[in-house]
């Protein structure tokens, strides 16, 4: 009973996790492919409702991967998903958009909260699609909103940096 109770939060974290990581980009027949993780150890704390993959992880689902060191899946004490973070050196998001061209992301730590809705890239932050990117010590995407926001605070002499290429925003309209 423990192991299928387990393998269910496993499989609902990672559906949950992947479907908000990129909603606004994604291409909608991902959501219909099995989830798949690989990883040297799995470990499940079930009395502090945790999951943690670590060593080497890999979480694929259709054309979205997410490569890190470590991923925590974490449930209240109601068993809603409370939040997935993942930690690497670096972490790593890809996925194939609607429009046929990959989104990428890299960063310290991936989180996803979907109490609010929210994907934070942390740790020398990029997000980029072609030759466009956004890079900064923190950015914050708000999947209900489809806002997003970078900031560095101290950190680069607290500035962001934005690259856009003309010909690339006008293929998107």
């Given amino acids: 009973m423990a192991h299928m109770q ?7 974290a990672l559906l949950v996790f992947l479907m908000g990581v990129a909603p606004a980009f994604a291409l909608q027949s991902d959501y219909s492919q099995p989830i798949n993780v690989v990883s040297k150890e799995q ?4 009395s502090n409702d945790k999951i943690i993959f670590q060593g080497d ?4 689902q259709g054309t979205m991967e997410i490569v890190a060191d470590k991923i925590e899946v974490t449930r209240s004490k109601s068993g809603k998903l409370k939040s997935i973070i993942a930690y ?18 890299r ?3 991936l989180s996803y909260m979907p109490q609010e809705s929210l ?12 030759e466009s990117r ?3 010590e923190r950015i914050e995407y708000n ?11 101290k950190a680069q002499g607290g500035r962001v940096s934005s690259t856009f290429i003309p010909s690339e925003l006008q293929k998107q309209k």
């Avoid at 387990?6 to 609902?12: D, E």
């Avoid at 470990?43 to 079930?46: I, M, T, V």
């Fill in 6 to 12: 387990h393998t269910s939060i496993i499989k609902t």
């Fill in 43 to 46: 470990l499940a704390d079930l």
């Fill in 57 to 60: 992880v890999k979480a694929t």
């Fill in 88 to 105: 690497g050196t670096p972490v790593t998001f890809k996925q194939l958009l609607d429009n046929g061209k990959p989104i990428n992301t």
């Fill in 107 to 109: 960063s310290a730590t």
């Fill in 119 to 130: 994907v934070v890239l942390s740790g020398k932050a990029s997000i980029w699609q072609g």
């Fill in 134 to 136: 956004m890079e900064g």
């Fill in 143 to 153: 999947i209900k909103t489809q806002k997003m926001r970078a900031n560095n605070q």
